[in-house]
């Protein structure tokens, strides 16, 4: 059997990809086969313990207490993200699949999904299920802040850009602690970037369709153009609060470039200026590290 999926897959085993890949792939599912491996018969999903709370299940093979702060954590991004933009309800649960450890969950994946490469986790939308796959390890709740994120959207819009997808996605991976959910890291190669002659670019970032073409400085100009919009542009969230409305019923998404332009032919020209002044003193990173200002993120199972 065959179906075809959208995929994310955004960080290596052990620490952040230096290119994240969203893939529209072509997903041989072995389940159901009558040839089926004596590896694929070890490579189950997590089915030991579920929790179901509101549109989020998480299947795992670790008993978690569902007063966890990793679900409460989920819960308040999904609550953010459909305030912040005013989503309808959801339309579909998103399930994680939260394997004990690196092993499993690899075993499974190059089982289950051998076009794949190998990543910490991922994103899978079908049409039959919203689905995270993701492992217990010390960036557990990062990798599932980012990818539950895009659950979130696609439980409640018919489409979601790319850069529009990746962008709120790695908004709200930053530590809940996080200031204004600040991402280091991006504004600080944001700001050398600045200097080095790069400057933003929207409607060329929104031409990009195949994660294949996206590269790091396009992840983190998405987030910096969503920070901007929804941190300082006036009428920066109303815009993207119309545009996701938009999204609810559109099979391929409109050109938001054209209406954020109505509102600020300038546009690249004040992100620039927002990335230099605002989220930067003239390039330096004044503020402390969200993740380090709330401690290490929460990785037991219990
Ligand atoms: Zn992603």
Redesign the pocket.
Known sequence: MTSEQQT?S?RPPARRLSR?Q?LLATVLLLAGSSCVSTQNQVAQLPSRYEIESGDLIIRSDLKIKSDHPLIEELRTIQRDVVQTLALPKPHRPVVIHLFSDEERYSQYMQARHPNLPPRRAF?IGSPTELGVYAHWSPNVNEDLR??YT?GVLHASLRTVPLWL??GL??YYETAPGSPQRMHREHTQRLAVALKNGWRPDLARLEKIEEVAQMGRADYQEAWAWVHYLLHDAPGGQELLVEYCRELRKAEKPPHFYDQVAKSFPDADLRLASYISLSLTDHGRVTWASGEARVGKPEVRPE
């Open positions: 994310d955004d994240r969203w994103f980012h990818e895009h997808d990746e996605a790695e």
